[in-house]
């Protein structure tokens, strides 16, 4: 089944649209099932930044509601997620926000190094005098941790590092490998998101490389387009489940009150509509 699990919302300040404008964008693509996964207030978890990337506090209730009334116009299933920033320190606040909240999935995600938002564009000079070997084994490490803090049921773009192409001198491999066995042990999900072909890298998170061990070592998969605009609901999507395919997964995770169940994975969309 084709879904789309990762969908923002206005409240993150960085994507536009109103929540209906994604839902018809999905409804109108043949999607089986959505999911909005607006970011999680860092307020709330202690981040206070100047220009703010996620929900505010007082806004998580109105959004909740939100996602609840729009369920009952629906002509498919749209499933209540949110994309958290995983803070190395701040598990135990996490696990109890997140306790107090009915999300249907919990998407983990690592957007900062340190204090380094290396996933915003605004901050890409940094790179230019990184130690980007150190920043790979820093991100990965961070991911693994993530997993293991049993907080999450999927991992947001794995592989995000990658994003501005700038790539380590050394192989990864051995990252990726260990970065697998770890998530394999936490019985975790990975998305395959689909924004890393808009993104200079041109390439989804995680590569094909990566998916295909994940495959290997039993790691189960769920798709998201990590849309900002209603436009970029399914996007990739097609071109996604096509990779699947090939590199030999036939089901794709769906989530409903936190438990995860297997779906088929299909290939069948609107033949005119290019995801
Ligand atoms: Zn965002
Ligand atoms: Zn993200």
Redesign the pocket.
């Known amino acids: 089944m084709m879904l789309d699990y990762h969908i923002?919302t206005w409240r993150?300040c960085?994507?536009s649209g109103e929540m209906r404008e994604y839902l018809a964008e999905a409804e109108k693509k043949g999607l089986a099932e959505i999911g909005f996964a607006d970011?999680f207030p860092l307020g709330m978890l202690g981040v206070d930044l100047d220009e703010p990337?996620s929900m505010q506090p007082d806004e998580l209730d109105e959004y909740i509601a939100d996602v609840h009334a729009l369920q009952k116009s629906a002509s498919i299933p749209v499933r209540l997620g949110v994309e958290v920033d995983y803070l190395p320190g701040q598990e135990e606040l996490t696990a109890q926000l997140l306790q107090q909240y009915p999300f249907d999935y919990v998407i983990g995600s690592i957007h900062f190094v340190k204090d380094w938002d290396f996933t915003h564009p605004d901050y890409i000079k940094r790179y230019e005098w990184a130690d980007i070997d150190k920043l790979y084994e820093e991100y990965f490490a961070e991911v693994c941790r993530m997993a293991k803090s049993g907080l999450f049921d999927i991992v947001g773009h794995l592989d995000v590092v990658k994003k501005f192409s700038f790539f380590p001198r050394k192989s990864w491999d051995h990252l990726v490998e260990e970065t697998c066995r770890i998530l394999k042990e936490a019985d975790i999900c990975v998305e395959l998101n689909s924004s890393g072909w808009r993104a200079p890298v041109r390439e989804a998170y995680p590569g094909e490389a990566f998916l295909a061990q994940c495959q290997d070592i039993g790691i189960p998969v769920t798709m998201g387009s990590d849309a900002?605009r209603p436009k970029e609901v399914g996007c990739g999507l097609r071109r996604a489940a096509l990779i699947l395919d090939k590199i030999g997964f036939t089901e794709v995770a769906s989530f409903a009150g936190g438990k995860r169940t297997m779906r088929p994975l299909e290939l069948t969309v609107e033949p005119n509509i290019s995801l």
């Open positions: 923002h993150c960085h994507a970011h990337v900002h």
